[in-house]
């Protein structure tokens, strides 16, 4: 787990590249700047007050990747000087002042002195940073809310997809693989995961996307309604029946049927619908015209139904026609990496709908990634509820969570999370074979550099060469992947996207 990801994150599926730039004139400062930021997992670029500009030309792109720029820079009147500079190439980036006096006191031109957003005093700890961080982002979405540059938000996607996990980012292959395929996928998982989201997300991504998506719990129906639900009905087909109404299936032609709960879906029903799977045709309830059924199926399960039809609670010959292709959505407390980055994007959708916004720190971050989340994504999303309502605008400390969730104390020790995302990162190695040294020695830079444009090559080939995907797959930054590119000449696949957006 990296607290960092408290900050960045995933936004309708696309990375959001970011770097944070110190300018400081103090090499000890540089260095403990450093190490902070690189603990909260972001990419830093250190300069001084005399190179800057030449050191933002040779790193920077675009100012928009720019999260944020800390000036430690004494005395306070070079700190502003340098500023307006900064200013002068990008009027969006927030500026956080280290050991200084905010700028409102002062008489400064009004072009940049809203970009100030914060002075921070030294020792700078991993709290006080993690907070400055997201107040820049905040300030940038706001920015970019305001030109209209908003990035993108499929509607509820970041619920559950968004992280940096290996089981999400597998998620999201399958996701890739399949969501143009016309075949019956079955997602299985716990409550809470977002199996509906990955569906809608298929759909939206899918040849059928003009057409209408139609979700039924197929659980939440009394058994003798779900038939007419599903298929719809003619007028007088049963008492009550005063008019024909088309089913979910009619509904839904052209587009995508998702089947949520199939696991309580009564025997009698598994019939029909395994029929529907078969000749893809249906009949209304009292009707007598076949109707085609032009639909794709999703289907949806919290339920083993491998166990079920070893108890002959569910057909053997459905669950095959359903199990075309199956994504497995991994529950939270499988990832808890990822906690921090749906922290994030839960309190940006709150602070959207102006409904007020809130802070963690970093001790009630790792509170919470000790919890078992037995509701998955979907307690997670009513806990920051509950929290924005009696702490609007606070900082959430571990004494502000409801018992339950504390699992630490305040003030705990850094160390130990330090460690377990270290090794975190050491368990998503693979396992090399112990390679011999030549007799006659070798050229190490060139076999290390020959090494890594192979394993860039061989995630480019598995993405299809979408650069964003394989960026993921070899767990470095989209912008590096494309600076590793450059470097060894490596061209994309001829009509391929990078899968990035700015």
Not at 75 to 95: G, H, R, T
Request: glycine residues 6%; aromatic residues 6%.
């Amino acid at each position: 787990m990296q607290l960092g990801a408290v900050r960045g994150g995933q936004v309708g599926g696309m990375w959001r590249d970011s770097r944070v730039l110190v300018i400081s004139d103090t090499p000890e400062r540089q260095q403990v700047l450093r190490i902070i930021l690189d603990f909260l997992g972001e990419e830093v670029v250190l300069t001084d007050s005399q190179r800057w500009q030449d050191d933002f030309a040779a790193r920077i792109e675009d100012p928009h990747e720019v999260l944020t720029v800390l000036l430690d820079i004494q005395p306070e009147e070079k700190a502003f000087s340098v500023a307006a500079s900064v200013s002068a190439w990008s009027s969006d980036v927030p500026l956080l002042l280290v050991d200084g006096r905010l700028p409102e006191a002062r008489q400064l031109d009004e072009c940049y002195r809203h970009q100030f957003i914060g002075s921070l005093s030294w020792p700078l700890g991993y709290g006080v940073l993690s907070d400055a961080l997201r107040r820049a982002q905040v300030f940038k979405d706001q920015q970019a809310q305001d030109s209209g540059l908003m990035y993108r938000r499929d509607a509820e996607l970041f619920r559950s997809l968004v992280g940096a996990s290996r089981s999400v980012c597998e998620v999201r292959h399958l996701m890739v693989q399949v969501a143009d395929k016309d075949v019956t996928v079955l997602i299985l998982g716990e409550s809470g995961t977002g199996k509906e989201v990955v569906a809608r997300n298929l759909h939206y991504q899918s040849n059928r996307r003009d057409h209408a998506f139609v979700p039924i719990n197929c659980g939440a129906i009394p058994a003798e309604l779900l038939e007419s639900e599903l298929f719809g009905h003619e007028k007088g087909a049963f008492t009550g029946a005063i008019s024909a109404r088309p089913g979910r299936f009619e509904l839904a032609q052209g587009g995508t049927i998702f089947l949520d709960e199939i696991g309580d879906m009564p025997l009698s029903m598994q019939v029909k619908l395994l029929r529907v799977l078969q000749e893809r045709t249906f009949e209304r309830v009292g009707g007598t015209k076949t109707i085609k059924a032009d639909v794709r199926i999703i289907a949806a399960t919290h339920r083993q139904l491998e166990e079920q039809i070893k108890e002959s609670k569910f057909r053997e010959d459905l669950y095959y026609r359903l199990n075309v292709f199956p994504i497995e959505m991994p529950p939270l407390r499988e990832r808890t990496e990822d906690i921090p980055l749906l922290i994030n994007e839960l309190t940006l959708r709150m602070e959207q709908e102006k409904r007020g916004s809130l802070q963690f720190s970093s001790a009630a971050i790792m509170s919470l990634t000790r919890h078992e989340w037995p509701g998955n994504v979907r307690e997670l999303a009513n806990l920051i509820e509950r929290l924005v309502i009696t702490h609007a605008y606070g900082v959430i400390q571990v004494a502000d969570l409801p018992k339950k969730y504390r699992h630490i104390q305040d003030g705990e020790e850094y160390q130990e999370v330090q460690e377990q995302a270290v090794r975190s990162q050491l368990n998503w190695l693979p396992e090399l074979p112990t390679a011999k040294l030549p007799v006659n020695g070798l050229d190490l830079k060139d076999y290390l550099d020959n090494l890594e444009k192979n394993f860039i090559v061989q995630a480019l080939e598995d993405c299809g060469g979408v650069v964003a995907r394989a960026a993921e797959k070899l767990h470095i930054r989209r912008t590096t992947l494309v600076e590793k590119m450059r470097k060894y000449q490596i061209q994309r696949i001829d009509g391929q996207s990078d899968g990035h957006t700015d």
